[in-house]
Structures are given as structure tokens and as C-alpha cells.
């Protein structure tokens, strides 16, 4: 194998551009600096609340106004951009951030938070759709690797952002925010450098490839029955996520008496589980296949997610960070298979996918609080341990034949 791969022609190697990891590695950290100031920005919620005196459903409509500029907007800006590719909307969307970030530091009345949190949110909207097609267009044919380098930025960025919340907005004050907003200039700057790449690529062997469609030997009907089931997985991992993320720290601090600082301890694990998940799905699913890594990740999840509730704190601790490694290395496969149920708009599939499950999270978040305040704590761990099992739906997905080029 190794002869037949050194003495393969010189020319074919050529006509093959490889994995552009210094691209890839521009998007993930700037990955990272959208996620992290994203988080930032719901940190600061109870900053805003102390200063502008605000109602929780004052702090309900700046979450809406954020959330339907971050999610509901993706799949629009990413049709658009499927129909006609803007290299350079990347820049310009950290440049919403940028303002809001700005605006939200100064903010002098309510109606001027909701404004900056809507500026913040359509930068994001801006961005991921884009980010996707780019990483797409680097990965050489190895989707799920792209996927998950471009993903794992995001995961590292939103467990960032309250931890710069606590130590730097909390203690000094809402205008400290500005500061924050310099890490948008410096996205902004990375940015361009991507965008002169994907414009010199468009039209490029590379460009081509990434972009065009392909026939992956499904029907309309087939198609439309597992973006539903690929839907139904984004609802059951975030919904999980959402309850993992929010009220973890509360479960433990109920459950084994731990105090605040070690319970984020604790989180900081499953988090960690999260970004090894997200970073390792990609690459396997481009070896065995989408389909196996969904079915196996998401399912996998059960047996860590039943036995969590009952665990003592070392094996709470262990089941955690498997339960948070296998849920979430499904997503990057999930994103490259929805590509690949509807080639040529990865766009719209990003967008679409991005925004649901920002969306899922946010309202998973919602409605396990207020199951909580209802019931208990435990309550809600119990319930949601069986969420995974909605993983039994990626059976019936299709499998793919080998794209071939439509003419």
C-alpha cells in the first residue's frame, strides 16, 4: 500500500488540492470568537437586569430578539448564498457583531439592548452558513473532518464566554463589553484573509467540486423523510444539551451537596466530553460512514444517560464525558449527511441545521426550567435520560450511493 501510494502520478496529485488546514483552522477559531461572544451576551443577563431594572420578560424578548436574528434568519441567508456565494458577507457579518457588541456595551434604555442583541445575533446568521460552505470547499472530499475542526472552535468558544463573563463584565460593568468587542475586530481580520481565499477558489478545481450538485441516488420522498429524521435527532441531542448545559451544575449541587466552584468542575468535564466528541465524529464518519457514526453516537448515548441519574459523583463524572462525547460527535456527521441528502445547497442545510439547533437549545433550556420549578431537579434527569432514545429514528435513514456529477 505504501509503495503503491509514493509511486502514484505526480500529476494526479496535483489535480487533487489536499485538505487546506490553515483555512480550516482561520474558521474554527473565528468559530470560536462568534460562539464566545454570543455567550457572552446571555452571561450578561443578570448585568442588564440590575441596571435597566428589567422584567424576566423583558430578558424573554432580548432572548427572542437574539434567537431570531441568530436562528431563524440561518436558512435565509444560507438560500441566498446557495443561489449566489458572497466570499466577503464573512467579514461583514462579524462586522454586525462588532456594532452590537459596541451598542450593547453603551446602552442607555431596553429598546437599545434589544438592538444590540439583534446585531449580535445577525452576525451569526451571517456566518455559520458561509463558514460551512468554506469549510466544504477545504476539505479535499473529507467532509466530516472539516466539519468537525470548524465545529469544535464553536464548542470551545461557548464554554469560553461565561468564564470571560465572570471574570472580566460581572466585575466591571456592562461597558466592559467593549472590550469584548474586540475580538470580533480581530475575527473580522481573519476573515478577510478566508474571504480573498473562497473568492480565488470559486471558480477553481476545488470550488467546482465543492459546489456542484451530484446525484446521490435518492428519491424526493426519501430525501424529505430524513431531513425529518435528521430534524428529530437535532431536536432530541439539543434538548439533552439544553438540560446538560443549564441545569448540570444545579443537579450536582442538589444531589451531592458539591458548592458552586466544583460544580463547575464538573461541567467543565462534560464539556470537555463535548469538544472530543464534535472533533472526533467527523473524521470517523468519513471512514465508516455517516450513517454508522448518527446511528451509533446518538444511540450510544442511552446507556451513559439512563445510568447518570443513579451514578455516585466518580462514575457521574465518567458517565458525563461519555455521555457528552457520544451525543455530540453525531452533529458534524449530521450536517455533511444532510449535504449530502440535498447537494449544492449547503448553505440552506447549514443554515437550517445551525439555526435549529441554536433554537432547540434555547427552548429546551425554557421549558426544562420551568419542568423543574414544577417538579425537581432529579425529575428532570430522569426524564431526560431517555431523550437518546429518539436515536432509534436514524434507522430508518437512507443510505447513499457514491455521488455522481449531474449534468
Not at 441516488?217 to 438540560?243: M, N, P, T
Not at 472530543?276 to 450510544?300: H, N, Y
Request: net charge positive.
Amino acid at each position: 500500500m505504501k509503495d503503491s501510494l509514493a509511486t502514484a502520478p505526480s500529476a494526479a496529485a496535483q489535480s487533487e488540492p489536499g485538505v487546506a488546514f490553515p483555512i480550516l483552522g482561520a474558521i474554527s477559531l473565528t468559530h470560536l470568537l462568534n460562539d464566545m461572544m454570543q455567550s457572552v451576551l446571555l452571561a450578561l443577563y443578570p448585568v442588564l437586569q440590575g441596571r435597566f431594572e428589567l422584567s424576566f420578560a423583558q430578558v424573554g424578548i432580548i432572548t427572542l430578539a437574539f434567537q431570531f436574528s441568530s436562528s431563524l434568519l440561518q436558512p435565509v441567508v444560507g438560500r441566498v448564498t446557495d443561489r449566489r456565494p458572497m466570499p466577503y458577507s464573512l467579514p461583514i457579518g462579524m462586522g454586525f457583531t462588532f456594532c452590537g457588541l459596541l451598542l450593547l456595551s453603551q446602552a442607555w434604555n431596553f429598546p437599545v439592548v434589544v438592538l444590540a442583541a439583534t446585531l449580535v445575533g445577525a452576525g451569526s446568521s451571517v456566518f455559520h452558513p458561509e463558514s460551512s460552505r468554506v469549510a466544504r470547499m477545504a476539505s479535499a472530499g473529507h467532509h466530516g473532518l472539516a466539519q468537525s475542526i470548524f465545529q469544535v472552535g464553536g464548542n470551545i468558544g461557548s464554554s469560553i464566554g461565561p468564564l470571560l463573563a465572570a471574570l472580566l463584565i460581572v466585575p466591571r460593568g456592562q461597558g466592559s463589553v467593549a472590550w469584548v468587542s474586540l475580538a470580533a475586530l480581530a475575527g473580522i481580520c481573519i476573515l478577510l484573509g478566508v474571504s480573498r481565499w473562497y473568492a480565488a477558489n470559486l471558480t477553481s478545481a476545488r470550488g467546482r467540486a465543492s459546489l456542484r450538485k451530484t446525484d446521490n441516488g435518492l428519491s424526493a420522498r426519501q430525501v424529505h423523510g430524513a431531513v425529518f429524521i435528521l430534524l428529530l435527532l437535532i431536536f432530541s441531542k439539543y434538548f439533552y444539551l439544553a438540560g446538560l448545559n443549564s441545569y448540570f451544575t444545579f443537579f450536582l449541587i442538589d444531589r451531592f451537596g458539591l458548592n458552586i466552584q466544583q460544580a463547575q468542575y464538573a461541567l467543565f468535564v462534560f464539556l470537555a466530553g463535548v469538544a472530543t466528541g464534535t472533533l472526533t465524529g467527523g473524521p470517523i464518519g468519513d471512514r465508516i460512514g455517516r450513517k454508522r457514526v448518527i446511528w451509533g453516537s446518538i444511540l450510544g448515548t442511552a446507556p451513559f444517560s439512563l445510568a447518570l441519574p443513579y451514578a455516585n459523583l466518580h462514575w457521574t463524572l465518567i458517565l458525563v464525558f461519555c455521555a457528552g462525547f457520544m451525543i455530540a460527535s453525531a452533529f458534524p456527521a449530521i450536517i455533511v449527511y444532510a449535504q449530502e441528502l440535498m447537494p449544492g445547497k449547503t448553505g440552506t442545510v447549514s443554515g437550517l441545521f445551525f439555526g435549529l439547533a441554536f433554537g432547540m437549545g434555547g427552548i429546551g433550556a425554557a421549558a426544562l426550567g420551568r419542568l423543574a420549578d414544577a417538579t425537581s431537579i432529579a425529575f428532570v434527569y430522569h426524564l431526560c435520560a431517555f431523550l437518546p432514545l429518539l436515536g432509534l429514528a436514524a434507522f430508518f435513514l437512507p443510505d447513499t450511493r457514491r455521488p455522481k456529477t449531474a449534468r
